[in-house]
């Protein structure tokens, strides 16, 4: 049984614009010292090590099974070990206790340290998957000596970084997260191996005092693996890719990351669901959900980071985050209200780019990780395939741009035309309307129960299972409501205010509609437009128990740039309130 959760500190102390690096040769590690890393001068090539799409990094046939190898050596550490893979996937939620020394604030509430719903929600993230990272090199470094001629797999190793998995563009689970055993070429020869990638099994029987089995995730306390699109409550259960597939599919995450990285130009908005707009970290919500389904492990904040995909999406997540950063360097964190806080942020506070990313340190300083100084990626050592070489600001925003319209662009009839544009031409702008669905509502409107917005343009089945099939069905969004329980039956719950969008511009085209005539698109939505309110665990929750969503149908005109190195600029959003009809 696991009695202590003990834990590591942090030094990623590069400065931005250092170039590749690797860490200091392996030694025995203990809880007291910082892992620190070291620039090596036989790896200045000028560039920095790149964090690789999964379906091209999984042909290497060096820093493939390097990663193998080195994720099932930090999966197989002890439990107790501070550099586990257990411990470091339980610094995001469960099992709510200090990591590396740090105490809990007095007064905060009784969760993790992962920030979701605030503005510092992809700064907090980039330092944890840093470090996750980091120990992997360190276990990779360990497994390159062991091969016969290992020149090139000890070079191969100092540059390994983590691969991120773009499901907006392949909206489907990687075949290879699927297959319980892989084949690689091991250091001592072709290896049939467990898959790190496909579950994470806990080591031991989780500690009842730790992972309680009577709270509202209290199952997970039963299960001895991670599992994924599982709809049932079985400790047995074995993950279902097809489960997961079909709600990837069905998920709109091209259409709705397009929307954040196109529309989204200040870091509040895009950043996070605790300000009105399009988020990436409602895509990221959506992406959590149709990979655990009702019942597994991603659907749940407490227990998601325990999944192998969880880092795989936080990557992408992050990558994400370095495109827009491109796009927009000269916007950032911005002060907000911080209105539920976490482990060590009391409610209510105003958070900002100096508040501290714990339980982070920075090696040089000692001081914790902040917003501000885990800004660049280049601080810690990595890049992402679209922001390699040496260019201009003007350049890489060109090429950015470019890979965002090539890898994310929507297909309909507006984007076509513009897809089709000849590049460099200086043809006028293309103007043309864009609708969406703008919601918000409280986390705990279902009583503190992880919930979803299914929205419909047509006629919904009365058998909640066919919801997410239907053709009506156009989109969802997921609340994830931070653990909280009332202190007595009649103390209410936090108002926790999210916001999401939905696009709507692909289901009005599947019915023929002229997005370009307003009356007409307002009479159909009046008439159409439905949404349905269901608990994670299936159950349908009547619209009157949720009494804080509003929604609005919002219309924009757009200004279409021919060429493919520039984006839409949008006008002002009209507001449409008579489109929301009856919700049957």
């Not at 029987?205 to 409550?233: E, Q």
């Not at 501290?356 to 050592?381: C, H, K, Q, V």
Request: with cysteine.
């Amino acid at each position: 049984m696991i009695t202590r959760f003990c834990a590591i500190a942090l030094a990623l102390n590069l400065c931005h614009g250092t170039n590749a690096l690797s860490l200091a040769p392996t030694e025995k590690l203990d809880a007291s010292r910082y892992i620190v890393r070291r620039q090596n001068p036989s790896l200045q090539s000028g560039s920095l090590p790149v964090r690789r799409n999964i379906l091209e990094f999984q042909n290497d046939r060096v820093s493939w099974p390097l990663f193998i190898q080195a994720l099932k050596r930090l999966q197989a550490k002890e439990e107790s070990d501070p550099y586990s893979y257990f411990q470091l996937a339980g610094i995001h939620g469960r099992p709510y206790i200090g990591w590396n020394g740090d105490s809990k604030i007095l007064g905060t509430n009784d969760l993790g340290y992962c920030v979701h719903n605030t503005v510092l929600f992809l700064p907090w993230h980039r330092p944890y998957m840093s470090m996750i990272e980091q120990l992997l090199v360190i276990e990779a470094q360990e497994v390159a000596k062991l091969y016969p001629d290992n020149t090139i797999y000890l070079e191969a190793a100092a540059r390994l970084r983590f691969p991120y998995w773009d499901w907006a563009a392949n909206p489907a689970l990687p075949d290879i997260v699927n297959q319980p055993q892989i084949q690689i070429e091991s250091w001592n020869g072709t290896q049939l191996v467990d898959n790190p990638l496909y579950e994470y099994k806990f080591q031991s029987p989780l500690d009842r005092d730790l992972f309680p089995s009577n709270s509202s995730d209290g199952w997970f306390a039963f299960y001895r693996h991670t599992v994924r699109g599982v709809n049932t409550r079985n400790p047995e259960e074995v993950s279902h890719p097809d489960v997961v597939n079909t709600s990837l599919q069905r998920g709109n995450l091209r259409a709705n990351t397009w929307r954040a990285l196109a529309r989204s130009t200040t870091f509040n908005i895009f950043s996070s669901t605790s300000t009105p707009g399009s988020s990436i970290e409602a895509v990221h919500n959506t992406v959590h959900s149709a990979i655990g389904a009702r019942y597994g492990h991603m659907s749940y904040l407490s227990y998601a980071a325990y999944d192998p995909l969880f880092w795989l999406h936080h990557a992408n997540i992050d990558r994400l985050f370095a495109l827009w950063q491109v796009l927009h360097p000269e916007s950032f964190v911005q002060p907000e209200e911080d209105v539920f806080g976490n482990f060590i942020t009391l409610p209510h506070t105003i958070v900002d780019v100096n508040t501290s990313l714990r339980p982070f340190r920075e090696e040089r300083s000692g001081e914790w990780w902040t917003s501000n100084s885990a800004r660049y990626i280049d601080t810690f050592s990595y890049t992402y395939p679209e922001l390699q070489g040496n260019r201009t600001s003007d350049q890489l925003k060109a090429n950015v741009t470019a890979a965002i319209n090539r890898l994310y662009q929507p297909t309909n009839s507006a984007r076509k035309r513009f897809i089709r544009s000849s590049p460099g031409s200086t043809a006028a702008f293309l103007p043309t309307r864009e609708w969406s669905l703008s919601v918000s509502v409280s986390k705990f409107d279902a009583g503190g129960a992880n919930f979803r917005i299914l929205v419909f343009l047509g006629q919904v089945p009365a058998d909640p299972e066919e919801w997410e099939l239907s053709e009506a069905f156009i989109g969802s969004i997921s609340i994830f409501p931070p653990p909280y329980v009332p202190i007595t039956a009649f103390d209410p719950f936090p108002e926790v205010i999210t916001h999401s969008e939905v696009d709507l511009d692909e289901g009005l085209e599947r019915y023929g509609m002229n997005v370009e005539d307003s009356s007409s698109v307002v009479e159909f939505l009046k008439e159409e437009l439905q949404w349905r309110i269901q608990k994670t665990d299936g159950e349908v929750i009547p619209p009157e128990n949720i009494p804080s969503l509003l929604m609005e149908v919002e219309e924009e005109t757009v200004s279409w740039p021919t060429d493919v190195t520039e984006l839409p600029s949008y006008g002002a959003k009209t507001s449409h309130p008579d489109a929301i009809g009856s919700m049957m």
